[in-house]
C-alpha cells in the first residue's frame, strides 16, 4: 500500500474530510495520512481508540512516535493524557490500549535503525518560550537530536509565519487554524513539505497551536 508515499511533493490532508479505516484490532481506526507498507508500514495516522479496545503486545521494529490528542492512551507503563509524546524507540515493546478512548498522532518505522532514546513527556510540563526572529511565535520543544527537531509552536493571530525548514518538515494543527498556498487546515489538518521548500503560512483569526517535525525528510529511514 502507498499512500503519500512520494516525499518529494508537498501533501495536504484533512482529518475532517478523510473517513476512518478499521484496524485488524476491534474498536481501533485510522486515518491514514502517509504510508508504505501493509500492517507493518512506514506510516503517519491519525489512530482512534474505542473505549476498552486494545492492540495486542508488539516489538517496534521500526520505532513509533506518538502525541496524544484526545482521551487518555494507555499501556503497562502509564496513562497518557492529551498532550502527552512519546517516543518508543526501534525493538521497545508495550500493549497499548484505552479505557476510555482515545485518540493519537502516530509515526512508525521513522526513526535511525540505533536510535535507542525513550521520551515521555507532557505538552504540560513545558514552558512555552519566545522565539528569537520570531515574534509571533511561542515554543515548546519535545524532542532534539541530529536528526531532527519536535516541537510544539503557538502562532499569534492574522500573523505571518515564515521558516526555511533544515530538511523538510511536518505541520498537524492541534487547534485553530492557518492558510498557505490558498488552502486552509484547521484541527487536526496535516501539511508535509518535501525538502528545500520553505514554510510560509498565515494564522487565522484565532491563532494556531500545531505540532511540528522538522529535518527528518533529509535522510529517509530504511522501510520495514
Keep these: 500500500m502507498k499512500i503519500n508515499a512520494d516525499f518529494s511533493r508537498r501533501v495536504a490532508v484533512h482529518a475532517d474530510e478523510t473517513d476512518w479505516v478499521a484496524s485488524p484490532m476491534p474498536g481501533v481506526a485510522r486515518k491514514m495520512l502517509d504510508r508504505v507498507g501493509e500492517e507493518v508500514a512506514r506510516a503517519t495516522s491519525i489512530v482512534r481508540y474505542d473505549p476498552e479496545s486494545h492492540f495486542s503486545r508488539h516489538v517496534h521494529g521500526g520505532g513509533e512516535e506518538f502525541l496524544v490528542l484526545d482521551g487518555v492512551f494507555q499501556d503497562e507503563h502509564g496513562d497518557y493524557p492529551a498532550g502527552a509524546y512519546l517516543r518508543n524507540p526501534p525493538q521497545s515493546s508495550h500493549?497499548?490500549?484505552?479505557?476510555?478512548?482515545?485518540?493519537?498522532?502516530?509515526?512508525?518505522?521513522?526513526?535511525?535503525?540505533?536510535?535507542?532514546?525513550?521520551?515521555?513527556?507532557?505538552?504540560?510540563?513545558?514552558?512555552?518560550?519566545?522565539?528569537?526572529?520570531?515574534?509571533?511565535?511561542?515554543?515548546?520543544?519535545?524532542?532534539?537530536?541530529?536528526?531532527?527537531?519536535?516541537?510544539?509552536?503557538?502562532?499569534?493571530?492574522?500573523?505571518?509565519?515564515?521558516?526555511?525548514?533544515?530538511?523538510?518538515?511536518?505541520?498537524?494543527?492541534?487547534?485553530?487554524?492557518?492558510?498557505?498556498?490558498?488552502?486552509?487546515?484547521?484541527?487536526?489538518?496535516?501539511?508535509?513539505?518535501?525538502?528545500?521548500?520553505?514554510?510560509?503560512?498565515?494564522?487565522?483569526?484565532?491563532?494556531?497551536?500545531?505540532?511540528?517535525?522538522?529535518?527528518?525528510?533529509a535522510a529517509m529511514p530504511a522501510l520495514p
Design 95 to 217: 500493549t497499548p490500549g484505552a479505557a476510555a478512548g482515545c485518540v493519537i498522532l502516530v509515526k512508525l518505522w521513522q526513526f535511525d535503525p540505533d536510535d535507542r532514546l525513550g521520551v515521555r513527556t507532557k505538552e504540560q510540563d513545558i514552558a512555552a518560550t519566545t522565539v528569537a526572529g520570531r515574534p509571533h511565535v511561542r515554543l515548546q520543544p519535545l524532542h532534539h537530536d541530529a536528526r531532527e527537531d519536535v516541537r510544539i509552536e503557538t502562532w499569534a493571530a492574522d500573523a505571518t509565519i515564515d521558516l526555511a525548514p533544515n530538511g523538510g518538515i511536518e505541520v498537524f494543527v492541534l487547534d485553530g487554524s492557518f492558510s498557505e498556498s490558498g488552502e486552509t487546515f484547521r484541527r487536526w489538518s496535516w501539511l508535509r513539505l518535501p525538502v528545500g521548500v520553505p514554510l510560509r503560512v498565515v494564522s487565522g483569526a484565532a491563532g494556531a497551536r500545531v505540532w511540528i517535525k522538522e529535518g527528518h525528510l
